[in-house]
């Protein structure tokens, strides 16, 4: 099975937990870059641990490693968020995530008078700090909040981890 990648996985969600707790600028990158690494980690634990226990086990996992890696929409997170931020980080040290410590965010209000139904708007721009609103400023996730992305991650993952159990259980039983 893939015991050793779903113990990388359990961390990766701690990881969120973290990111999605720590209003430290500093702390909070630090956090990304290990969460970020952890992500990426599941894999390589998956084919270089866990396939060592299982010969079917590795070919599975090898075939879904390759579709992992082809133009498949369905592993899009998998190639242009798991991969790519975790060699930026690793190789480069830089993030896609936006990089103050306050994010600007446009914001307008519509307001609705209620005795004669007229709508005006009043367009503001806020600074969002304390780490509440961290949006990747390019590629796949682009203008979402990290953390969703990381999330959507840790989701994607969950269910390839399942789907090559299944597999496992289904040619065991053949």
Excluded: C
């Amino acid at each position: 099975m893939t015991h050793a990648a779903r113990e990388v996985l359990s961390d990766v969600r701690l990881a969120l937990v973290m990111l999605q707790n720590e209003p430290n600028p500093d702390r909070w990158r630090v956090h990304w870059a290990g969460g970020v690494a952890l992500l990426r980690a599941v894999g390589h634990v998956l084919l270089n641990v866990d396939q060592s226990t299982n010969v079917e086990l590795a070919r599975i996992a090898d075939a879904a490693h390759r579709r992992w890696r082809s133009a498949d929409p369905a592993h899009t997170v998998y190639r242009d968020f798991i991969l790519e931020e975790r060699n930026n980080i690793l190789k480069e040290y830089r993030s896609k995530v936006h990089p103050l410590d306050k994010v600007p965010v446009a914001i307008r209000l519509t307001l609705v008078n209620p005795a004669t139904g007229e709508v005006s708007y009043l367009d503001e721009v806020a600074d969002l700090d304390e780490n509440l609103f961290r949006p990747l400023v390019e590629g796949y996730g682009e203008g979402e909040d990290a953390r969703d992305i990381f999330g959507e991650a840790i989701e994607w993952w969950e269910r390839e981890l399942l789907a090559i159990e299944d597999e496992l259980i289904r040619r065991a039983r053949q």
